[in-house]
């Protein structure tokens, strides 16, 4: 097979590699993107509940984990929530904000997957779809080879994505070549996935199944207050999403059940309805099979003036602190993220090419720079590929 020869391939037509792609055909490069998927963008397509949370208003380097916290700072200052609002403005995308910041598309996911291939071909850039890379290696210039044939390119975007969600086609392409090349790697593990339980724990969390409430779930000092949601094998939700990028095994997790109410609420009750019962108390806040799973059985339909005081502060010291211990999670299957990945000491925080292999640059959630649930990893991708592009 003839060589085909470009000035950049980029592995990966995700968000990351579509986001460099753009960057780099409008400075006139000539761009080949590669991906065995049969379509661009899966994960996009399949966020948000299929409307693409796309990025966060509130984007912030301390919202992200890495093993060097302030590698993410410059990508992220230079290529901001406001610059990728203005390109889907400029597609007349319509949006919407939901809570904390998350900005979601009016209509579908779709439309952030067609607005990147219209630019993309704008800039003319080459898309290539179920293209199925078997080597890549360096001598002068990258060599890429693919099942339709090489090309060669002086410049290569690692954009592949990590570990998590291998349904939607994630593979450790990128770890794989990044070890070839001989870069370093953070350890990894999944993030943004619901957690396991096990034994009464479990036993409990199954008899809860579907049962939502909000919650502050807490690991030492890191905290989040959304709702937590039991299923049939321990806890998932937006609360325990975010937590779980934080849970390292062994860690007990604590959770707030009632985060409006002081540590002296059922005093405070006890004192203005003393005549009403614990039962309809609790059921107030909290839906009424979790309210009947935590009342002690003796004193469910007890009145609360009948209740001494220490009862009272003890189970809500339990309410308010509910101690669990994890099993595990549910692992790559169901993680959002892949926390870890390529040493960021290997890359330049400025423009995401490798230090040390000229021409090589890598992007996206390949790199040890993962976000919080809520926009904050589309947010990463548009910026490190942005940047990436306008380099290559």
Partial sequence: MSMERTDVVILG???AGLMAAIAAGRRGRRVVVLDHAERAGPKILISGGGRCNFTNLHCAPDRFLSANPHFCKSALARYTPRDFLALVEKHRIAWHEKTLGQLFCDGSARQIVSMLLTECEAANVTVRLNAH???????????????????ESPTLIL?????????????????DIARRFGLRLTETRPG?????????????????????????????KRAFREAMLFTHRGLS??????ISSYWLEGQVLT??????????????????RPKVSLRTVLSEGMAQRLADALLPPNLDQTALTDIPDRTLRGLTAKLKSWPLSPTG????????VTIGGIDTSELSSRDMSVKNIPGMFIVGEAVDVTGWLGGYNFQW??????????AA
């Fill in 255 to 272: 959770i707030d059940l009632l985060p409006d109410e002081d540590s002296d609420f059922l005093l405070h009750r006890k004192r203005d």
């Fill in 133 to 151: 890379i078997r080597d890549v290696r360096k001598s002068i210039h990258f060599r890429v080879e693919t099942d339709s044939g090489p090309i």
């Fill in 329 to 336: 999670t549910e692992g790559y299957a169901k993680a959002e």
């Fill in 13 to 15: 037509a995700g968000a």
């Fill in 237 to 242: 939700g937006p609360t325990i999403l975010q």
């Fill in 159 to 175: 954009a592949t994505g990590s570990l998590s969600i291998p349904k939607m086609g994630a593979t450790g392409l990128t770890h």
């Fill in 192 to 220: 943004l996935v619901p957690l396991t339980l096990g034994g009464i724990e479990l036993a409990r969390a199954q008899s809860l199944s579907g049962v939502s409430q909000p919650v502050i779930a807490r690991i030492e």
């Fill in 381 to 390: 991708a548009w910026a490190s590929g942005w940047h990436a592009g306008s």
